[in-house]
């Protein structure tokens, strides 16, 4: 549901969602912008009036949710409007990466935390992570695995940077000539930089593109290791299966797990 948090009340957001029950019979919905009513109350006003008119609705946060914004009661009662999957955003396990160089001013106390909170009841957890900034090097993104590793989340995306144009890690990239391919700056509609590259845009400053894809290989590893740890009863993605109490790809041997992106 793009922009309806930007621009509607509580009871806004809550009519649409009452239009998409009762004229299209959808039960589950996706929600993106959630992050826009980052203030607790908003949260909570929109849970309460879906409580309130009974809507028998199920909802994920598909777009990183505002781990700041998180606390107890919010968390339930997004769990009493109907949520059943969340993704979060930690972006990265190093202090340094996460708030001083991405300035999220998230500390890993609050991460861990809210994680807890959430493991409270029966929702899928998800995060997303960043790897391949400028600054980076073996120790950040062993942090990075390590936060992972300790989180238990069920779900671990861990992407590369893409520095889009008009950001500051886009300039520092141009400045200091850490892509991997040369740019035409006045030309970049002709090649634009897309999301979810599958290989480094740039090159950090003190790590080798073999050095940061090994690194790739191991996170691909993590993507569901954990899935259903706590609820053993989550289905597992489509391709994916359990032997022996470690999440594989079907036809896949230990060894080769997370050989591309799946």
Known sequence: LWGLVFIL?????????????????????????INAIGIITGIISICKEIVRRGLDIQFETTGGLNINS???????????????SVLLSPEHGSDYIRNEVIGKRLPAEKIFSVIEMIRRHKVLIGTNWIMGFPEETDETL???????????????????LVPFPGTKVYEQCARDGLFVDSLD???LWCTPIKAHSEYGIIKPYGM????????????????????????????????????DGEVRQEGDSPSRLGEGRP
Request: glycine share 8%.
């Open 70 to 84: 998180l606390n107890q009661e919010v968390i339930d009662h997004m769990v009493g409007a109907g949520m059943i």
């Open 185 to 187: 700056l006045g030309a």
């Open 208 to 243: 080798t593109q073999e050095e940061l894809y090994a690194w790739r290989h191991k996170f691909l590893q993590l993507r569901y290791r954990y899935f259903g740890l706590f609820y053993p009863d989550f289905r597992l993605p489509k391709g994916y299966v359990r032997v």
């Open 142 to 160: 062993q942090a990075t695995y390590d936060m992972i590793c300790q989180l238990k989340a069920d779900r671990n995306w861990v992407g590369l």
């Open 9 to 33: 009340s509580a009871i806004g957001v809550a009519n649409n969602f009452h239009a998409l029950l009762m004229v299209t019979g959808v039960l589950i919905i996706s929600l993106w912008t």
